[in-house]
């Protein structure tokens, strides 16, 4: 089976920095996904990590290390739209697991 | 705008119905995926098609049931709802593979 854990909730400062960590436990492994959602709207892709590395679309950064099963998302410049919640996923044969995702809160 | 349709937005009825849910994926999408979000929880996968075929089963109960159309649309059927079936309902679509996936805006289902 597939497990993902994350943290529940982050609070970052705006205009700061935020890593939001993500450790997996799988049966086969093909990379990691990440996904944002607001609230009450729907999950919007991010990014994925085929291979080790840091793979870079603008603010957004993400992380992974199949040694160490681990990956972050890292968002630079946080602004107030950023408050969401975080999702790393783990996609398998056919399907994906996703975590139970962090809840990013940006203050002043 | 991901190019995923669902409807209906919201949708509310009584415990023992039966409702349909219905998803058109994006233009060339051959996979459609479904999901359910209870209240502050995770995506929970439930089923996956792919140009009409039944690829993968998630935690999907034996009340639901699923199925993709020829013109690539897929509805979710729930039957005998229970109160703990209220939930945000999403689909998803994507060419083939699984790991970038555009998700729908969701289906509010509210079982009273």
């Known amino acids: 089976g597939q497990s993902l854990e994350q943290p529940s909730e982050v609070t970052a400062v705006e205009g700061a920095i935020v890593q939001i960590n993500c450790t997996y436990q799988?049966?086969?492994?093909?990379?990691l996904s990440w996904y944002q959602q607001h609230d009450g709207g729907a999950p919007t892709f991010l990014s994925y990590?085929?291979?080790?590395g840091l793979e870079e679309t603008g603010r957004f950064s993400s992380f992974l290390s199949r040694s160490d099963s681990y990956g972050y998302l890292l968002l630079q410049e946080l602004q107030m739209k950023d408050s969401a919640s975080y999702f790393c996923?783990?996609?398998?044969?056919?399907?994906?697991?996703f975590g139970t995702g962090t809840k990013l809160q940006v203050i002043p | 705008d991901s190019g995923v349709t669902q409807t209906p937005k919201h949708l509310i009825t009584a415990t023992g119905q039966r409702v349909t849910l219905r998803c058109s994926p994006r233009?060339?999408?051959?996979?459609v995926y479904w999901y359910q979000q209870s209240l502050d929880q995770g995506l929970q996968f439930l089923i996956h098609?792919?140009?009409?075929?039944?690829?993968a089963k998630g935690n999907i109960l034996e009340r639901f049931s699923a199925q993709q159309f020829p013109d690539l649309h897929s509805e979710l059927n729930l039957s005998s709802l229970e109160l703990g079936d209220s939930a945000l309902y999403f689909c998803?679509?994507?060419?083939?593979?699984?790991?970038?996936?555009?998700f729908g805006p969701g289906t509010r289902l509210l079982v009273l």
């Open positions: 098609y792919y140009n009409g075929e039944e690829r």
């Open positions: 998803a679509s994507s060419q083939g593979g699984v790991e970038t996936q555009y």
């Open positions: 990590n085929a291979l080790d």
């Open positions: 996923a783990v996609p398998g044969y056919q399907k994906v697991t």
């Open positions: 799988t049966s086969g492994f093909y990379g």
């Open positions: 233009s060339g999408d051959l996979s």
